[in-house]
């Protein structure tokens, strides 16, 4: 590998006009980006780069404000730059922020907690944490998360994936008082993510393995010591909740439906055969599904092209959302309650736009647009469509300056 290196950098080194090419991409990609929005409490939070900062800086500020404010700055945690915020977390009023840090890309996270308002650290640190996950409760007082043991001193790096466990953190306690939730040493290779429904009612066990792509799904009254229940027990296939309304639980599965569908389940009656189908199976891949404004927001890709659709709750097909052109959703953020949305759109001619849609007047708008040194005006982009020689129709984008003889 050094000496193939060596031949392509001997190579490209002596091509007189590499430095301009590269001044050129440098400054075509040292604009300001903005994350999509997400709304918690009265505030609103985004991650925002100036251009060419190494890391993304983690913003706030009160929905009725213009003052924004830094919560985070990830470029500041280390002097070598190499501590990375992996995760976060906001209370659902929008007062605490759970976060994880990374340092010197270590699997290994560690979650701190953050009072947003005064921007000071409580007391709590957890370690012996991987690909966090946090579920605060709806008072505040604590949340859920998964662990693994304490290695053994000198062992970090040995066997260390094995017998994850969900514990219960109390907001300003140590991580010695923590409250074991759930286990299972019959099955020490399975992975544990927990999450809370909308309403609060009910505590989620995600269960995963290694990287396949079905999962379990465990339920329980969250305010009650009764074990959990098994909604999903077998591995058919990959089941996440999108919300519910009490026992009914609304699942977006690929099970007996690869390119995704929208099923209800009733907990008091969770046999297959009492399934229903919401938004069934399509020939289009559903990709994406949040409920906002009580409705079902879909993001379907039809030959690699994104397209948002409408539905309710009973899953009759209401409208498409215009987007401004052929690309790609980058992501959503709106709450079931909630009557607006942010959504991030982006094209080979669209750089990352986030755009705001209100339901009560049906309008769609840019909230942020980046400014770049770049005129998409100038260029055009369109899809065609190739046949290859066993007739596959293969969808390919033609991206041309205006006036190209092509």
Not at 86 to 104: F, H, P, Q, R, W
Not at 340 to 369: A, C, Q, R, W
Request: charge should be negative; include cysteine; charged fraction near 20%.
């Amino acid at each position: 590998a050094l000496e193939q290196n060596n031949i392509t950098y001997n190579y490209l080194n002596s091509l007189p006009y590499r430095d301009e090419i590269k001044e050129q991409l440098t400054k075509l990609y040292d604009y300001p980006r903005i994350s999509t929005p997400f709304k918690k409490g009265n505030k609103i939070f985004y991650y925002k780069n100036s251009g060419l900062q190494n890391q993304s800086v983690l913003f706030y500020k009160k929905s009725n404000s213009e003052i924004e404010n830094i919560l985070i700055d990830p470029n500041k945690l280390s002097s070598d730059g190499t501590t990375s915020l992996s995760m976060t977390k906001v209370s659902e009023d929008g007062n605490i922020l759970a976060y994880g840090l990374s340092n010197s890309g270590s699997d290994w996270k560690e979650i701190f907690v953050r009072n947003i308002n005064t921007g000071e650290d409580f007391i709590d640190h957890l370690l012996w944490v991987k690909w966090p996950s946090v579920s605060w409760l709806p008072d505040n007082s604590g949340f859920f998360y998964s662990r693994y043991p304490k290695p053994i001193e000198g062992d970090e790096y040995e066997n260390i994936n094995s017998n994850q466990m969900v514990y219960f953190h109390t907001l300003g306690t140590n991580q010695s008082e923590d409250s074991l939730i759930y286990s299972d040493t019959n099955h020490p290779q399975w992975g544990f993510s927990s999450d809370i429904t909308d309403d609060g009612a009910y505590l989620l066990l995600y269960v995963w393995e290694g990287t396949r792509n079905e999962n379990l799904v465990y339920y329980k009254k969250r305010d009650t010591p009764e074990p959990f229940k098994p909604l999903i027990s077998d591995w058919i296939g990959s089941f996440n909740i999108i919300g519910n309304d009490g026992s009914i639980f609304y699942v977006i599965t690929d099970y007996l439906a690869p390119k995704n569908r929208i099923i209800k389940i009733d907990i008091k009656n969770p046999y297959q055969n009492n399934w229903i189908d919401i938004v069934p199976k399509s020939e289009y891949n559903l990709r994406k599904v949040k409920m906002i404004n009580n409705e079902f927001i879909c993001v379907y890709n039809r030959d690699i092209i994104d397209y948002m659709e409408i539905y309710s709750i009973d899953g009759k097909f209401k409208k498409v959302i215009q987007l401004p052109g052929l690309g790609t959703i980058s992501s959503i953020s709106g709450t079931r309650q909630d009557n607006e949305m942010f959504f991030g759109f982006t094209s080979y001619l669209y750089p990352n736009t986030v755009f705001h849609h209100d339901f009560n007047l049906n309008k769609t708008e840019i909230f942020i647009e980046p400014e770049i040194q770049f005129n998409p005006t100038d260029f055009i982009s369109k899809q065609v469509f190739y046949y290859s020689k066993d007739s596959t129709k293969i969808p390919m984008f033609i991206v041309h300056h205006k006036g190209l003889n092509k």
